[in-house]
């Protein structure tokens, strides 16, 4: 060890900062070594840098034009130019298992100090060798990448004007808000008992640590620093208005936007678009997760792009057990890429449009339903999989039933070559699944577990739904049989939205309602408002009325405008059915409007573990698999494969395909 004599200032970090990654003030000994105890020692006289003889950059963007054109060259050589189906084909061939077969052949994954760099097969093994000459300069100087950035590169690193344009985020004031160590510690427990279990991302044990550290005053470096804060703009977000003032002393809506604006600069300090490390992209993730909730979708859809972007980039669509990566690296990187499809999903669903994330260009495997406290670096070899509840159980169902539900593909509209009671038994087969797997093995007494368990079935119940909306008649005129066989459909349309209003209302769970409140159930509330359209005055219609009428106040007039695709369309379908209400009534819209919804009557019940009466959104019998519930002739079950989906079907995207059936999404949505 160097002889440092005390309070000489050194040129490099001492051993213990630099292993926990911790800013060091170079002093001997230095102030988070004599916090800790620890003997500070410092490392050897750094060797001399290599003096590279770098190209001048003409030269090089001159190489890298070669070997795109050397690629360009390779692919229509490979092209099969003799047959005529080729072109027609190139589709086909995309979404059959040629591109699980590539992801399995090759590409390098790059993994040092957490950070990691991915290259696919085309640039790491056809042009290995000329890569290799240009690798020196790309990864010679990290400096070059950290370029400080903050005053000219908008939100994620991005300029302004650019992506996001003149979004809600450009328009924050410059003060961010940064939580002195009692509100850290605060918003830490908030975090861990609010966000965390609907929110899986994180492996709180090591972000406990960087928690731990900031409130010691530690300086953090720039991705662990945005990790921390992207962490209490969470648990912020999960707080109620009268809480944050309380807690904080201020409103929610400037603690939110105080914290915005300290994530994204965090963020661009950590220089995220370049980053290669895991820490800055599970901030990332986290804060768009969250920020869904109460920002602008429109912003949160297009970061979540940067976001997938970055995370290929890092090679997380990959799994790490295909590299030889630890049991604890393979499972981190598992959750954090399955909650970025997550994100994804949501984004689009928001925006109604595809999903940027393809089944057949991934291969990372589902994460493994165990609890993130049982993961530690050092294991060698991960626990046995639970059956029942985990930390990572709601994440684990929402992937499943996405993934299982995406191979019905473009089938899955009215004119799908696929038979409605074919769809029906792939839904029934992956109920089964869920319920079998998971739900049966639920104390459904824990409000956490009551709270995951009905997600689940309300998204079930929203694909149900979906499916069977294609068997309702579309004319105003039609009656008899044909409008009768709609009533099972629109009952059940009419129990789930009143469900889905009692789940966001619910006191035993109210400290998750702040996640709640973003499961709308636009389907089922506008398919109800479309059968109020055409249907007449009845009980039956009356009770619907009620029920769509709060549930429209709740998730349209009272709460924070996020700017989804559905919000509008949905507004002028609510005044169709106002409108023709009023009619039929005889009265006055602006009488219709005076007239305050009545009490609804929560069948939720009393959730207390001896009695376990805990209702869930219906689903008729979903979990018989040989159950008809519309008259269609009975169905073969689905089988599921190892890895949960089921067999024989093909995969593609599924958004877009939900909603075929109902008008009012196709009228201008300006």
């Known amino acids: 060890m160097p002889n440092h004599p005390m309070g000489e200032v050194s040129k490099r970090s001492c051993n213990n900062c630099r292993q926990r990654k911790v800013r060091c003030d170079k002093k001997h000994p230095c102030e988070a070594c004599s916090r800790s105890g620890k003997e500070c020692v410092y490392p050897g006289p750094k060797r001399a840098s290599r003096k590279l003889n770098r190209p001048p950059v003409s030269e090089l963007m001159a190489r890298l034009r070669q070997l795109e054109d050397a690629e360009m060259v390779r692919l229509m050589q490979t092209a099969d130019k003799d047959d005529p189906d080729y072109g027609s084909n190139i589709e086909e061939r995309g979404s059959s298992g040629t591109n699980l077969e590539k992801l399995d052949q090759g590409g390098r994954l790059v993994v040092k100090g957490g950070r990691s760099r991915y290259v696919d097969d085309d640039a790491s093994v056809i042009f290995g060798d000329k890569i290799q000459e240009l690798r020196e300069v790309v990864e010679s100087s990290s ?25 809600n985020w450009t328009k924050m004031t410059a003060t961010g808000f940064y939580p002195h160590t009692t509100q850290l510690n605060m918003l830490w427990h908030i975090y861990q008992s609010r966000v965390h279990p609907l929110i899986a991302v994180l492996h709180v044990p090591s972000v406990e640590r960087i928690v731990r550290d900031a409130a010691d005053g530690i300086a953090l470096e720039p991705c662990s620093r945005s990790l921390m804060l992207s962490v209490c703009f969470a648990a912020v977000v999960s707080m109620t208005p009268n809480q944050c003032v309380t807690m904080l002393g201020q409103s929610h809506e400037m603690a939110i ?33 969250c920020f869904r909730v109460v920002g602008d979708t429109r912003v949160v859809w297009a970061e979540a792009a940067v976001v997938v972007r970055v995370a290929q980039g890092q090679g997380i669509h990959r799994d790490g057990s295909k590299f030889g990566l630890s049991p604890f690296e ?35 495997r589902l994460p493994s339903n165990i609890d993130g406290y049982d993961l530690f670096p050092e294991m060698s070899e991960l626990p046995s999989e639970k059956l029942g509840y985990t930390d990572i159980t709601l994440c684990i169902i929402n992937c499943e039933i996405a993934t299982s539900v995406s191979q019905l593909g473009p089938s899955f509209g009215r004119n799908s070559k696929i038979s409605i009671s074919d769809r029906e038994a792939h839904i029934k087969a992956l109920a089964c699944h869920i319920q079998d797997r998971y739900l049966d093995h639920f104390d459904l007494g824990v409000p956490i577990q009551w709270m995951v368990a009905t997600i689940g079935r309300l998204m079930l119940s929203k694909v149900w739904l979906a499916i069977h909306i294609q068997k309702t008649p579309r004319d105003a005129d039609e009656s008899g049989p044909a409008r009768q066989a709609a009533d099972p459909i629109f009952q059940t ?13 619910n006191e035993t769970t109210a400290q998750f309602a702040w996640l709640a409140r973003s499961y709308k159930q636009w389907h089922a509330l506008a398919y109800v408002l479309s059968e109020l359209c055409v249907r007449d005055i009845s009980p039956e219609t009356d009770h619907a009325w009620n029920v769509v ?18 919000q509008k369309p949905l507004s002028r379908l609510m005044e169709q059915a106002a409108t023709s209400r009023a009619e039929r009534l005889g009265i006055s819209r602006e009488l219709l409007d005076d007239q305050s919804p009545g009490a609804l009557k929560s069948t939720i019940g009393s959730m207390n573990s001896e ?13 018989n698999p040989y159950h008809s519930p519309i008259g269609d002739e009975p169905t073969e079950p689905a089988h599921f494969d190892n890895a949960g989906l089921i067999q024989g079907m093909s995969a593609s995207g599924l958004t877009g395909h939900l909603y075929p059936n109902i008008d009012w999404l196709f009228e201008p949505l300006i």
């Open 549 to 566: 009428t709060k549930m429209y106040r709740k998730c349209v007039k009272e709460a924070p405008e996020t700017y989804s695709m559905f």
């Open 257 to 289: 936007e105080g914290l915005s604006v300290a994530v994204n600069r965090a963020l661009k300090q950590a220089n995220f678009i370049n980053s290669k490390d895991i820490p800055a992209l599970q901030a990332a993730a986290l804060f768009l997760l």
């Open 330 to 364: 393979t499972e981190i990187r598992r959750r954090l890429w399955w909650h970025i499809c997550i994100l994804d999903m949501l984004a689009s669903e928001d925006q109604g449009t595809d999903t940027q994330i393809k089944p057949d260009t991934f291969d990372t």
């Open 611 to 623: 009695s376990k009466q805990i209702l869930f959104p219906p689903m008729l019998d979903l979990c």
């Open 143 to 167: 400096s070059e990448d950290n370029t400080e950035t903050e005053d000219i590169l908008g939100p994620f690193g991005l300029p302004h004007g650019g992506l996001v344009g003149d979004s």
């Open 493 to 505: 349309a009419v129990e789930i939205t009143e469900f889905a209003y009692f789940f966001q209302e």
